[in-house]
């Protein structure tokens, strides 16, 4: 079992930073494929960003270039860096977890976080 605990979120203005943070307690997040996935108000829940326990990562294209995906194994910290924030990229960000799948269905992760909010001012 992983607990996972999302920060870093907040409010920028479009074409900033922000660089998001879960951390997994329980075990080391190379024991796992970690993904980052958002809700944004009145949508469905998206697949952002995924890596596996190989350390492939794989985005979805509306953040392909801007946004990346990494780990810090000794610190069982997941990060995704958001560059060139767009005020369509607002949303709840969540982190998710799952021991044996390496996609992107969310349906198929069994762990996850509270989520941390992401707002992108125009």
């Known amino acids: 079992q992983v607990q996972l605990v999302e920060s870093g979120g907040g409010l920028v203005q479009a074409g900033g930073s922000l660089r998001l943070s879960c951390a997994a307690s329980?075990?080391?997040?190379?024991?796992?494929?970690m993904g980052w996935f958002r809700q944004a108000p009145g949508k469905e829940r998206e697949f952002v960003a995924r890596?596996?326990?190989?350390?492939?990562?794989y985005y979805a294209d509306s953040v392909k270039g801007r946004f990346t995906i990494s780990r810090d194994n000794a610190k069982s910290t997941v990060y995704l860096q958001m560059n060139s924030l767009k005020p369509e990229d607002t949303a709840v960000y969540y982190c998710?977890?799952?021991?044996?799948?390496?996609?992107?269905?969310?349906?198929?992760?069994?762990?996850w976080g509270q989520g941390t909010q992401v707002t992108v001012s125009s």
């Open positions: 998710a977890a799952d021991r044996y799948y390496s996609g992107i269905s969310q349906k198929n992760y069994d762990y």
């Open positions: 329980g075990r080391t997040v190379n024991s796992y494929t």
């Open positions: 890596i596996s326990r190989s350390g492939t990562t």
